[in-house]
């Protein structure tokens, strides 16, 4: 087993005490972390000199140090949605509220890719979730070629649980993604045989119905049962645009959460991405049931779809988690950028003190892994958890002065994607001094916008992207 020294930093263990470590190493041997030896002093004491080598252990055994001395070393960051298959679309669907967004360019966009488009669109899109310090994702693909994307999540080396998507059933859903429920069962079948727990369970399986609007109760009540069957998660979207919501009115007779109860779903393996226009019945069965929330701040800006009652359902006792959603609705897969915005909308509603940093970060991390089910497993740095851990370079002018400022508060209101310097998965070193080890960039860079061409031209949405400037047809 590979051992990597990660020497002298600032570690936010985010551990039960939520300690945070001056001067502090973490030793990993493998997948997992070793130990976490501190010179002897949390942060407010000011912290000693970084001693030479942790306690039993020889310069001669490690195979690699990283010098994080000044630093900051936090477990990585879990983004429990996004749609790594739609990374390709970046900027190609501003500007439009959901339902048109879905309708006039997303779903004719999923429908036009091929194999080889979604490969480097989730290419793309781990790329860019690395580069930021993203470790962990729950992600939703679309209803072909998902196995295409589960080779680029296995190649890419970062941890995920991802799905294809399901739709069988909806007027408005384009024949390129209609599908039979047989289908749809039986694909997202053979890919959980073949994808759950691969590689020692860096990668999972979860099924992933796109919403109560595109399946039938049939499909649903399927994924219940064989979810369950198999131990993984359900993912899926839900009362995200008082549109949406509309559409099951009239056509479940009942809202969104509460459909999803009767159909017997919700419980602590459903994964619920947005949540934004709750009533107070359906809050109580989230909250009753266990079922995990994810919080899309900038999806939710852009989009226009409202603000999240986070801090009410956190109060609650809602295990709520953050994630960017698509890059076509956000338009960055950055978590620094969900946990500020996270932070922020909820102060103009609730005051200054709603949703603190504390509160942010372990949304980030701890929620994250909670979504995931794996909270015995990653979201801190432990001894025995694997070792999904990044170092950040805060040594620059938006996140300077360092002195007397809490560091919590600095990665959660200062700190960016381009502060990240390494990033670690599984003991495995994907980035390293800014350089990402496990594939060429470049190449990545190079073949997404082919791809893109391509995909453009096959949907019919080349004109409208050489047009620019949003549509004028409505849902």
């Known amino acids: 087993m590979a051992k990597i020294l990660i020497r002298g930093g600032t570690v936010v263990t985010m551990n039960p005490e939520r300690e945070v470590l001056k001067g502090a190493d973490v030793l990993i041997e493998g997948r997992r972390i070793a130990q976490v030896i501190s010179p002897g002093s949390a942060l407010s004491a000011g912290g000693p000199e970084v001693h030479e080598l942790p306690v039993g252990v020889h310069r001669h055994d490690v195979d690699m140090v990283i010098d994080a001395a000044g630093k900051v070393v936090l477990p990585g960051f879990v983004q429990a949605h996004v749609h790594v298959c739609q990374t390709l679309f970046r900027g190609q669907a501003d500007d439009l509220e959901l339902l048109d967004w879905l309708k006039l360019r997303i779903w ?60 069988d059933y909806g007027s408005d859903v384009p024949a390129t993604l209609m599908e039979s429920t047989e289908d749809s069962l039986r694909e997202s079948e053979a890919l959980l045989e073949r994808w759950h727990m691969h590689d020692d369970g860096r990668i999972r399986y979860a099924f992933a119905p796109r919403f109560v609007v595109s399946c039938s109760d049939r499909l649903l009540v399927r994924v219940r049962d064989m979810a369950r069957a198999a131990g993984v998660l359900v993912h ?113 509603r609730l005051g200054p003190t709603a949703l603190p940093a504390p509160t942010v970060l372990e949304m980030a991390t701890l929620g994250g892994a909670r979504a995931m089910g794996l909270e015995d497993e990653i979201g801190s740095i432990e001894p025995g958890k694997r070792a999904d851990i990044v170092i950040l370079n805060l ?51 190079r073949e997404a916008t082919r791809a893109l061409r391509r995909v453009l031209e096959r949907s019919g949405c080349l004109q409208a992207a050489t047009r620019g400037g949003a549509l004028s047809e409505k849902w």
Not at 396 to 411: G, I, K, Q, Y
Request: net charge negative; glycine share 8%; charged share 25%.
């Open 108 to 167: 004719p966009l999923e429908g036009a890719h091929d194999g080889e488009s979604v490969y480097w669109s989730a290419m793309l899109g781990v790329a860019e979730l690395i580069r930021g310090g993203t470790t962990s994702i729950i992600d939703m693909e679309t209803v072909h070629h998902t196995e295409s994307a589960f080779w680029a999540i296995d190649s890419s080396g970062i941890r995920a649980a991802s799905g294809k998507v399901m739709m």
């Open 395 to 445: 040594d620059a002018p938006h996140a300077v002065p360092a002195e007397h400022v809490d560091v919590v508060s600095r990665v959660v209101y200062e700190a960016n994607a381009s502060d990240v310097e390494t990033t670690i998965v599984d003991g495995r070193v994907l980035m390293y001094r800014r350089k990402l080890l496990a594939f060429d960039e470049n190449e990545v860079i």
């Open 236 to 348: 899926t979207h839900a009362s995200e645009n008082r549109g949406e919501i509309e559409l099951v009115q009239r056509d479940r007779g009942m809202r969104n959460v509460v459909c999803l109860r009767e159909l017997g779903l919700v419980g602590p393996n459903l994964v619920l991405a947005h949540c934004i226009w709750l009533d107070d019945e359906e809050m109580a069965i989230l909250r009753d049931s266990g079922t995990k929330v994810v919080h899309c701040p900038s999806s939710n800006l852009k989009l226009a779809s409202g603000i999240a009652r986070v801090p009410e359902m956190l109060e609650m006792g809602v295990s709520v988690s953050l994630g960017a959603d698509g890059a076509p609705c956000n338009n960055n897969l950055d978590m620094f950028c969900e946990m500020r915005h996270a932070a922020l909308i909820q102060k103009v």
